[in-house]
């Protein structure tokens, strides 16, 4: 676990933000935790501090996209070999990330993503959420060139290949289906593995029913820039 650092982007989650952290120490021990505050309005900063993790503040609102990034290159400058990110409103249990970390070590995989679906459904999910979902999974089958049952999932680990990537350029907004399409370009792999989720302990999903139109067309036209920009080093070759 010495160079396993746990990430977590936060914005307003100090409903959770302290739990999340406790639980992290109670099952992992005594790893380092980042969290990364997206410029908080609430007391995020305070509870987390408390609650023993290291707070890296951000100067702007940047999203979750800019929160990632700047984490993943302070792991990087760090010298970190594994990060595995979990999402601060504890739906994710730490108890899984020993099995993220050891996927990415035996399998040589560049990223493992700990997974609601490979075992069937997620019973909390909603059914607009089950349906990007499924919408999602169509559209990134020939682009992969493998399945991905949950292709939204924050619970994700990487390894320093991946780490030195991400460090340098992450997508901004929705981050998590285009940096999937980013690996591709990079003939990087990764893997799913099942892992235990709840319902998020405290607040609300940010992506309401109108939210989700926009999120559909974002995440559209940036794998489409990203199929464009794999196209274009491929004739280069």
Known sequence: MSK??????????AGA???VIQEIRQKLGDIPVV???????????TVAKASGARVLPLPHHLGLGGCLQAGYRLAYELGYEYVVRM????QMDP????????ALRESGCQMVIGSRYVNGEAAYSSLLRKMGIRFFRLLLRPILGQSVRDPTSG????NREALEVFSRSFPLEYPEIEALVVLRRRAFRFKEIPCRMRPRRAGSSTITAVKSIYYMTHVLLGVLVNILKFEREKWRL
């Open 4 to 13: 396993v650092l746990i990430l977590i982007p936060a914005f307003n989650e």
């Open 17 to 19: 933000i302290g739990f």
């Open 35 to 45: 969290v990364v505050d997206d410029r908080s309005t609430d007391s995020t900063v």
């Open 87 to 90: 999402d601060g409103d504890g």
């Open 95 to 102: 108890a899984s990330v020993p099995l993220i970390l050891e």
């Open 155 to 158: 619970f994700v680990g990487v």
